[in-house]
């Protein structure tokens, strides 16, 4: 006989059914992601309850079965949880190796065309081709003599009727080089006005420098030859001859103590090897952690050695370029108060000074003359070390007073060098020009800087000390607690670019 219906209703069996269905749909939505197997389970507990009087007793029997088994599903939903997030942290941690190999790949590819520039627009002539030729009436065109031979260029890409393949041009000097990009701008006064020069990126940096241009947020977008170094202790840039008389690569130095556990003797082989791949004059400066007391970071030679070589008097003094330090005014011999021992970096510091042909301005120029003040401690640590010719740039150099917010226990150094820029001073006062040095601070004025070939001026406000107390009279104190009101109702925690530069408006106006 079948089971005797014990329920009240007799529609359990299509109670049951839509509890199956609804069952059913509760699991399809866990499998896509939109439920937890925990909410999954929490929403059958509670239509059971709601339904459970109108079942029969082996349909409550089948929930309670399924019921029981969905912590076991919760279980194994957790554990499948857990080892896809370790799957998925294992796959970011090689997808993020996998992009730093990329990344080093490509910054190698960019440092193998460092030589190189891509020109566009250049006319192709069919057949024999003298793309060098051609080349060297562009660098004329540019006003540009060059000192050393154009290595190699050809042409790259398929050939298309009716467009020009982009050229790729070999420099055997670097120098070259940079006063070819340097002088681009003067192809737009040329018949080489649909001529362009630009660097030779790599795809990847190709790419990011098309998807900057075209963001409607940047109005400019150019590149800068880089100077890159596998060691982190040096931040390089360059300075081209329009702000210094010659190009210039300085470096910012920082080299962590002997025997910490971030030294590495060959940091200054590091330093040495881009130095020489520059081709330019240098400005070392920073924290170098090392010990050179008074030792010459020069080669001695002494005159008997030069005479057995045959060198004749007059070019003895040339020789290790010394005759530059006494054309300025130097004093070949320095002064360093640091009476430490020359330690290991200080030997591979010096070394790399004579290789170079590098010279410390410490103790050289300045207040600093004669003195060679100490910067941390009792000891010179912080150095600025240069090209023989770059003294001739050197207005000044300083060892300043220590200050807690810019070291724990380091002085700051500070290099005054000219430029090479001519200056127009204007101040405008009482309707007349009058040039800097016959500036008066005590009357109403602004400085108009004109730099020679830009159109643009700056002005620059001065300061006068005796009218410092109209400055405080014209001060609005209730703008001064509104502007106080609104900095103590920011919560730095959640506070955007907006408000920032808001407030940062206000103080501008206020002052």
């Known amino acids: 006989m079948p089971a005797r219906n014990t329920t009240k209703h007799g529609n359990g069996g299509k109670l049951f059914s839509d509890m199956c269905t609804f069952i059913k749909d509760k699991c399809n939505e866990m499998k896509d992601d939109n439920m937890t197997a925990y909410e999954t389970m929490e929403a059958l507990n509670e239509r059971f309850i709601k339904e459970s009087d109108k079942l029969q007793d082996t349909e409550k029997t089948a929930l309670n079965v399924l019921t029981l088994l969905m912590p076991v599903l919760d279980a194994f939903s957790a554990r499948q949880d857990e080892t896809l997030l370790i799957h998925d942290t294992k796959?970011?941690?090689?997808?993020?190796?996998?992009?730093?190999?990329?990344?080093?790949?490509?910054?190698?590819?960019?440092?193998?065309?460092?030589?190189?520039?891509?020109?566009?627009?250049?006319?192709?002539?069919?057949?024999?081709?003298?793309?060098?030729?051609?080349?060297?009436?562009?660098?004329?065109?540019?006003?540009?003599?060059?000192?050393?031979?154009?290595?190699?260029?050809?042409?790259?890409?398929?050939?298309?009727?009716?467009?020009?393949?982009?050229?790729?041009?070999?420099?055997?000097?670097?120098?070259?080089?940079?006063?070819?990009?340097?002088?681009?701008?003067?192809?737009?006064?040329?018949?080489?006005?649909?001529?362009?020069?630009?660097?030779?990126?790599?795809?990847?940096?190709?790419?990011?420098?098309?998807?900057?241009?075209?963001?409607?947020?940047?109005?400019?977008?150019?590149?800068?030859?880089?100077?890159?170094?596998?060691?982190?202790?040096?931040?390089?840039?360059?300075?081209?001859?329009?702000?210094?008389?010659?190009?210039?690569?300085?470096?910012v130095v920082y080299i962590p103590p002997d025997g910490s556990l971030y030294s590495r003797v060959d940091m200054f082989n590091e330093i040495e090897n881009v130095i020489n791949e520059s081709d330019l004059q240098v400005c070392l400066l920073g924290d170098f952690n090392a010990h050179c007391s008074n030792c010459n970071e020069y080669v001695d030679i002494e005159s008997n050695i030069l005479d057995f070589c045959n060198v004749p008097n007059i070019e003895q003094s040339l020789v290790n370029n010394l005759h530059i330090l006494d054309e300025c005014g130097i004093p070949v011999v320095r002064q360093s108060q640091d009476k430490h021992k020359v330690d290991n970096y200080g030997k591979k510091l010096l070394e790399l000074c004579r290789s170079l042909e590098l010279f410390f301005v410490n103790g050289r120029v300045g207040n600093d003359r004669g003195i060679g003040l100490t910067t941390c401690n009792n000891s010179v640590m912080d150095y600025a070390i240069v090209s023989p010719n770059l003294f001739r740039s050197i207005v000044d150099f300083n060892v300043l007073i220590f200050d807690p917010i810019l070291s724990d226990i380091h002085k700051p150094i500070c290099l005054h060098l000219c430029t090479s820029l001519t200056c127009v001073v204007d101040v405008y006062m009482n309707n007349s020009n009058v040039y800097d040095n016959d500036m008066d601070n005590t009357h109403d004025s602004n400085i108009v800087l004109t730099l020679h070939g830009e159109s643009e001026s700056i002005v620059k406000p001065i300061w006068a000390r005796d009218r410092a107390p109209v400055f405080t009279e014209n001060l609005d104190d209730a703008s001064i607690d509104e502007l106080l009101n609104r900095l103590e109702d920011i919560d730095p925690k959640n506070t955007d670019n907006v408000t920032v530069n808001n407030v940062v408006e206000d103080c501008i106006t206020f002052l």
């Open 91 to 251: 796959i970011n941690r090689l997808q993020g190796g996998v992009r730093n190999i990329e990344y080093a790949n490509d910054a190698l590819d960019q440092q193998s065309r460092r030589d190189h520039l891509r020109v566009t627009g250049l006319p192709e002539v069919e057949g024999d081709e003298d793309i060098i030729d051609t080349l060297m009436t562009l660098a004329r065109a540019m006003k540009v003599v060059l000192t050393g031979k154009i290595g190699d260029a050809y042409r790259t890409g398929k050939k298309t009727p009716g467009k020009n393949r982009q050229v790729i041009v070999k420099f055997e000097n670097r120098t070259d080089r940079f006063k070819f990009l340097a002088s681009r701008k003067e192809l737009k006064q040329t018949d080489f006005k649909d001529v362009y020069v630009n660097e030779d990126l790599t795809p990847l940096r190709f790419k990011l420098s098309q998807l900057v241009r075209k963001n409607e947020d940047v109005k400019n977008a150019h590149t800068r030859d880089p100077f890159t170094c596998s060691s982190h202790c040096v931040l390089w840039f360059a300075i081209d001859d329009k702000l210094l008389f010659q190009n210039t690569l300085f470096g």
